[in-house]
């Protein structure tokens, strides 16, 4: 019985876990599977002891695996072995209560609101098709904070202008709906019509929000990527610059302007309050920058 392939099978028909999800569950597997096997070819999941596990953790770190890769393998592998319990495969579990190591906590990149307003409010977006197009993906991503794989999948029937509202689907295929404001709405309204006159040329109809300017097709993910690190490089010197930045820069923007942290959570689509939290480190840091630069006697001055 390949006890890998039911596990995968259960993620992907039961709990409808994205191909993307599933592959890395399943990578993961196989990579600590190939291990023990190069240790132990008698070894089995059902009689699996704690230290082979443990050496795997250390021969990643060794080879210079980052800890949140290794921490995730071990997810991988403690989601396994409570799947294999309750089908009563295996009767202990070796991964339960083993320590992943220890992340360095690392507060999020994200793009000054001055720096956003110079990019939107600025002469370096064309005035065809394309430029029209590469302004509006880079609205959406900071006035909606939704993932590079969520603006990939927007579609016309996602968009409803009336309610001024968008449908993300984001990850497990859990939707969540975002309003936006009237800036956005005209930019919107703006962008559909140039798209609309744009996409006559293909004979196809059009249901993807964003249009590939060379085929009339959905945008790749490489592409959007690109486009991003392409304009947020005109007005930002950091060097991180990413559709994930511009997430961190919605919600960074939104927690400044006085949003609770509940709202933006629900925004964002995260599960968990915690993961929403790393914001309030994030304006916590702009403050203390934005008072040891304003305030007179914020640094200890020696006369």
């Not at 196989?30 to 070819?41: L, P, S």
């Not at 403690?78 to 319990?85: A, D, E, M």
């Not at 996409?199 to 300017?213: K, S």
């Not at 304006?283 to 006697?297: D, G, I, S, V, W």
Request: net charge positive.
């Amino acid at each position: 019985m390949n006890w890998i392939k039911d596990f995968i099978d259960y993620l992907q028909f039961e709990r409808n876990y994205s191909r993307k999800t599933t592959e890395e569950y399943q990578a993961d597997l196989e990579a600590f599977k190939r291990f023990y096997e190069a240790i132990d070819k008698d070894l089995t999941w059902a009689e699996m002891p704690a230290d082979i596990i443990r050496q795997w953790v250390v021969e990643m770190m060794d080879n210079g695996n980052a800890a949140t890769s290794v921490r995730r393998r071990l997810s991988s592998l403690r989601s396994f072995y409570k799947f294999l319990l309750r089908r009563k495969l295996v009767t202990r579990d070796p991964v339960h209560n083993m320590p992943g190591p220890k992340v360095e906590k690392k507060l999020p990149a994200y793009v000054r609101e001055t720096e956003m307003d110079r990019l939107f409010d600025g002469d370096f977006f064309g005035e065809d098709y394309q430029g029209c197009r590469d302004r509006m993906i880079l609205l959406t991503f900071y006035s909606t904070g939704i993932r590079l794989s969520e603006l990939v999948g927007l579609a016309d029937k996602d968009v409803d202008l009336d309610q001024m509202q968008l449908k993300v689907t984001g990850k497990r295929n859990k939707q969540r709906i975002i309003p936006y404001g009237d800036e956005f709405g005209d930019s919107l309204r703006q962008y559909l019509a140039e798209r609309d006159a744009f996409a006559q040329q293909f004979a196809t109809g059009v249901t993807n929000l964003f249009l590939d300017e060379r085929n009339g097709q959905q945008m790749s993910p490489v592409r959007v990527r690109n486009i991003v690190k392409k304009y947020l490089s005109l007005v930002t010197t950091q060097q991180r610059n990413s559709p994930h930045v511009l997430r961190h820069t919605f919600a960074t923007a939104m927690l400044n302007h006085k949003a609770d942290l509940q709202s933006v959570k629900e925004l964002l689509g995260h599960e968990s309050l915690s993961t929403t939290e790393i914001y309030t480190h994030t304006t916590f840091e702009q403050l203390k920058e934005m008072y040891n630069q304003a305030h007179p006697r914020a640094k200890n001055k020696r006369r």
